[in-house]
T-cell receptor, first 114, second 113 residues
Framework: GQQLNQSPQSMFIQEGEDVSMNCTSS?????WLWYKQDPGEGPVLLIA?????ELTSNGRLTAQFGITRKDSFLNISASIPSDVGIYFC??????????????FGQGTILTVHP | DGGITQSPKYLFRKEGQNVTLSCEQN?????MYWYRQDPGQGLRLIYY???????QKGDIAEGYSVSREKKESFPLTVTSAQKNPTAFYLC????????????FGPGTRLTVL
């Protein structure tokens, strides 16, 4: 199946630094979702975006739904050690025959050094 | 406490045996999904169900079967026909209408010996 192009694949940063990751697609979506997954656990929803151009924050996290509906980015400000994990983007088409199928990025592995 | 539960967390089976993974949700969501996650490959859709007594194959359904007899439950059976069953299995349910969102369970790690 199709996958989104998520970058970077991995990041090694110092505590306190800001982080930025993004996803691009050749197809348009009407929902973008960002998840964080800890080792051996299920993905936890961080931010959901439903409208082109939408900018949404959740604490230190900010995400945007691209104007073209083919991309999205996630920023984490002032990183802390518990930000460590794998971050996934997912695009979704709703309605019609889409059955809510999520198309996932490959994930960004974030490591934060204290 | 609302959410999605999967059991067991870890499962070990001998090659050739069928095994059933449990997924239960009390979120009153109509749609439920099963994904498989392998290292470096992200999440791949196995089966999905949009309503009770109806389900459809996803991208990698071969060697798997499901049932949806109740809204709250969507068990996945990994059959002996699945050539490489060792993986991390994730169940999800979907909140529809308006702000459409999928939520995941904690996962089951299946190891076939």
């Amino acid at each position: 199946g199709q996958q989104l192009n998520q970058s970077p694949q991995s990041m090694f940063i110092q505590e306190g630094e800001d982080v930025s990751m993004n996803c691009t697609s050749s197809s348009i979506f009407n929902t973008w979702l960002w998840y964080k997954q800890d080792p051996g656990e299920g993905p936890v929803l961080l931010i959901a975006l439903y409208k082109a151009g939408e900018l949404t924050s959740n604490g230190r996290l900010t995400a945007q739904f691209g104007i073209t509906r083919k991309d999205s980015f996630l920023n984490i400000s002032a990183s802390i050690p518990s930000d460590v994990g794998i971050y996934f983007c997912a695009g979704q088409l709703s309605g019609g025959t889409s059955y809510g199928k999520l198309t996932f990025g490959q994930g960004t592995i974030l490591t934060v050094h204290p | 406490d609302g959410g999605i539960t999967q059991s067991p967390k870890y499962l070990f089976r001998k090659e050739g045996q069928n095994v059933t993974l449990s997924c239960e949700q009390n979120l009153n969501h109509d749609a439920m999904y099963w994904y498989r996650q392998d290292p470096g490959q992200g999440l791949r859709l196995i089966y999905y169900s949009q309503i009770v007594n109806d389900f459809q194959k996803g991208d990698i359904a071969e060697g798997y079967s499901v049932s949806r007899e109740k809204k709250e439950s969507f068990p996945l059976t990994v059959t002996s026909a699945q050539k490489n069953p060792t993986a991390f299995y994730l169940c999800a349910s979907r909140k529809t209408g308006g702000r459409d969102t999928q939520y995941f369970g904690p996962g089951t790690r299946l190891t076939v010996l």
